[in-house]
């Protein structure tokens, strides 16, 4: 057994109770065997929701100069009291400052963003003052330092102003480009093959074989990945053929990962780990205490992780929620948290569960008092993709846990939090 293959104690201990491995430990096995992408520089319109690989540091100090807050004068703050009448020696609009100096009884026209002029200590704001050619009256006395953004108030050249690992918002390209950084070290979008296995599915609007069904999963997850900030490469279908399946699963090298779906489960027509196994495909583990999700199989081909998901849709799509969302934030750089849940209350009985860990679709609404509200619908299959695209969370039940009464408290995955 390859150290790829070696359970971990806490694994051991639980298979004594069952052959399911529980949730957090599959997750946790996933995670640790990745590794993030390498970096790539991008320009900054590129960088919108990758991953820093190296830190950000600002290449000026912002403002460069003391600068003016507001329209009005720059004025020495003993001067501009209430009533006094100073004389306007010249003006600093944002990017031509004034080269002189404000002496006793002087002011300096400015403007927003104006470099504040040498011997200027406040502004007086245009409102509190009137001017009639160059003498300007004082309407109200002014504090030292009022209006003024201090030289470095927003950050200081050569220092730190993104960390490595940050994802990067709208909010952050804003500063790259404040503190003129035009290109930024990212790490590569992880590229994600995606290969759909099943003599019965067809590419949507393709003829559909007698008894067939559309394959929804490979488009479903090409949309999951590319919100995660992966990179989708669908692949041909493969039909339930060893052979078929090996022959696609050659360009496994071409991936940072390759997602199967479909073949994880015990029929003879469930060819995965066969297929596989014929290219040296080693078994981290197979089956876990996830309902939808039970088959799932994770192990490698070569250098390339393989994540096998269940046919079902919905047990392929909530395991692209639970585990495939955290391996792409993980090649991406970043932690690869499991997803973020909320305590929500259930607007209805929950019954009791049984050791698989359950991921109910259910409905969001609002009571009377405009208090958040969940309701786990009826029919839970794993086929029924409706069901999953009408849900807004998933609520989340722990392995045997008990029957709930309506008004309970339960702790759930919100769809929408993860742009699923
Ligand atoms: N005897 C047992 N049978 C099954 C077990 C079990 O433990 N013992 N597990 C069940 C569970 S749970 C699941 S989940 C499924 C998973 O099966 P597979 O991963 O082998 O998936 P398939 O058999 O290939 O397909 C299942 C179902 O999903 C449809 N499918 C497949 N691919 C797609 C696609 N790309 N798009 C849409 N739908 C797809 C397929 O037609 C089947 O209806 O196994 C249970 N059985
Ligand atoms: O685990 Mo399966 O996904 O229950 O249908």
Known sequence: MSAWCTRPAASRASSVASDLLPVEEARARILAALAPTAAETVALPEAAG???????????????ADVSAMDGYAVRAADAVEGATLSMIGSAPAGRPFAGEVGPGQAVRIFTGGFVPAGAEAILLQEDATAEGTAVRVNETVKAGRWIRRRGLDFTEGHEVLAAGRKLTARDIGLAAASNNPWLAVHRKPRIGILATGDEIA???????????????????AALVKGAGG???????????????????GTAHAFDLLVTTGGASVGEHDLIQKALGGEGFELGFWKIAMRPGKPLIWGRLGRTPVLGLPGNPVSALVCGVVFLIPAIGRLSGLPGDPPPTRRLITAVPIAENDRRADHLRSAISYDSEGRMRVTPAEMQDSSMLATLARADALVLRAPFARALPAGAEVEAIVLADLGV
């Open 203 to 221: 590419l949507p609007g393709d003829p559909i074989p007698a008894g067939g069904i559309v394959s929804s999963n490979a488009h479903a997850l």
């Open 231 to 249: 990179d989708p490469v669908v692949l041909p279908i493969a039909p339930d053929d060893t052979h078929a399946i090996a022959e696609v699963a």
């Open 50 to 64: 990758r991953v820093l690989a190296r830190p950000v540091a600002a290449r000026l100090t912002q403002p460069p």
